[in-house]
């Protein structure tokens, strides 16, 4: 899989918006997910800062998308 791929690939096409950014049939983690699409292509700019969508195909086959500044930060191990 590639997730900087240009074109997007077929299961996004029916992915939909989960604003809490887990998948919205089984809440799963967006780590777990089967595969991962960023529309890097085409950011949106708010604010001064620039974000984009994330798709994600969760381990049960949903496929849903979130904003990149709605993903929660990545814990640090400080
Ligand atoms: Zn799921």
Do not use: I
Not at 5 to 29: G, Q, R
Not at 31 to 55: I, M, T, Y
């Amino acid at each position: 899989m590639d997730a900087f791929a240009l074109v997007p690939p077929e299961w996004t096409k029916s992915a939909v918006h989960a604003v809490d950014f887990c998948c919205p049939s089984c809440k799963s983690n967006p780590k777990k997910a089967q595969n991962v699409w960023l529309n890097r292509r085409a950011p949106v700019s708010v604010d001064g800062h620039r974000k984009w969508q994330e798709f994600y195909q969760c381990e049960c086959n949903t496929a849903w998308w979130g904003w990149s500044d709605d993903r929660p930060p990545a814990k640090s191990s400080k």
